[in-house]
């Protein structure tokens, strides 16, 4: 059932054109090397204009754990997800529950609270859906690449305002994670 849902819903996503073109994780013909070429492009275009490339790399502290039913479930609704379809889903993420097993002893069921489940044919979808809209908010020259949940940002400039609007872009990702959203993980920042 699982994956009859997920199919379907990939296929609406791609025939209704709402996958963002920046996302290259968990989708057909775009891979890690698709997003490295369009990359590899971007700056050859920039040093052949004799431009800087000032670069972020970003990863979100347990992302697919900390996706907050609501909101997924409001994105949902905003692509155009409804009815029974959007009962089945949200049913799937809310009404879970998990125990630990050490040695042979379990612990108490505990309800899952925020998430995508892991390991499902499902999670992957719903967290692009989730994140689909995180390329909207950022400004005007910043070029954004996703694969899943890592996030590529980058600028080529000339001049100190061009640079600028990478910061704007940091500023803004921050302001959509203040919104409930995965936190941004700060030890994994790093800057090539």
């Known amino acids: 059932m699982e994956k009859i849902i997920a199919n379907k819903i990939y296929d609406f996503m791609y025939r209704h054109k709402l996958i963002s073109e920046h996302q290259f994780g968990f989708l057909r013909n775009r891979s890690t090397t698709s997003q490295l ?5 971007d700056f050859s275009d920039a040093i052949e204009n004799k431009k800087n490339i000032d670069c972020i790399y970003l990863d ?3 992302a697919f ?6 909101l997924l479930i409001h994105k949902l609704q905003r692509i155009g997800i409804r009815g029974k379809l959007l009962d089945w889903i949200s049913n799937f993420i809310t009404n879970r529950t998990f125990s630990t097993k050490i040695n042979e002893s379990y612990s108490e069921y505990y309800h899952v609270t925020s998430g995508v489940p892991q390991g499902s044919v499902l999670g992957p979808v719903l967290f692009l ?3 689909n809209d995180l390329p909207d908010i950022i400004p005007f020259g910043v070029s954004i690449k996703l694969f899943a949940d890592d996030v590529k940002l980058y600028v080529a400039h000339k001049t100190t305002k061009e640079r600028k609007i990478l910061e704007q872009a940091l500023i803004n990702i921050t302001q959509w994670c203040n919104t409930g959203s995965p936190k941004i993980s700060t030890p994994k920042i790093s800057t090539p």
């Open 37 to 41: 070429i369009t990359t590899i492009n």
């Open 129 to 131: 859906i989730y994140i």
């Open 65 to 70: 754990d900390s996706v907050p039913h609501n």
């Open 60 to 62: 979100f502290q347990k």
